[in-house]
C-alpha cells in the first residue's frame, strides 16, 4: 500500500500537537504546585506572626503579674509601717496613701485577668492554627509529591516526543515544511485539520468539492478558507 504524501505530515502534525499538549500540562502542573507552595508559605508566615504575639502577650501577661506582686508586697510593707506608728498624724497620710495603691491594685489586678484571657484567646487561636496548618501540610505535601511524579512522567513523555520530530520532519516532502511552519505559528497545537464533505473539521466552513479532491491527491497543500489550516484528508477510518 502506498503511504499518500499528506499522511508524513499528518504524522508530523500529531508529534507537534502531542508536544503542545504536552508542554501545556507541565505548566499547568507547574502553576498548581506554585500555588500550593505560596499558600503554604503565606499560612506559615501567619502562624509566625501569631507566635510571636503570643509570645509578646505572654511577656505581657507576666510583666503585668510582676508589677502585681510588687504592688501587693508594697502595700503590706505600708501596712506594717502604720500599725508601727500607732494613731499619728503621719499614719493618716499613710492609711490614705494606701487606699489609693489598694485602687491602683485592683486595677492592676483587672489587668492581669485580661492578661490571661488574652493570652489564652490567641492560644487557642495558635493551636487551632497549628492543627489546621498541620493537616493542610500534609495534603499540600501529597498533592505536590503527585505533581512531581507527573511532571516527571509528562516530561519524560516530552522527551520521547521531542525526540521522534526529526525522523518525521524528513519523511514530509520539503516544499510543505515551509507553510506548515508558518501555519503551526498560528495555530500550535492543531495547525492541520481534516477536511469532510460537512466541511473543515476545525471552523466547519464547506469546502468546494473540487478543492476536497485535490486534498485527497496530496501532491500540493490547501489551506482551508476560512481559518487557514492546512487541509489534511480523511483516513478511511474517518
Ligand atoms: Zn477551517
Redesign the pocket.
Known sequence: MVTPPYQALRALAENDRKFVILSARQEELTKRKNTLLNHLKTEQDKFTTLQAQHAHQLQTQSAREVQLRQEEERIVERRKQMSNMGGSKGAKYLERDIDTAARALQQLEEQVIRAMEESDRIGKHLEAFRSALDDMGARYAKEIEEINQNLELSRSESIIVSGERAALVDAVNPKFLSLYDRVRKRFPADPV?IAREE???????SIPKQTLNLVSVGDTLYQ??????I?LAATEAE
Open positions: 485539520a466541511g473543515c473539521e476545525s471552523c466547519h466552513r482551508c478558507p476560512g481559518c487557514n489550516r487541509l
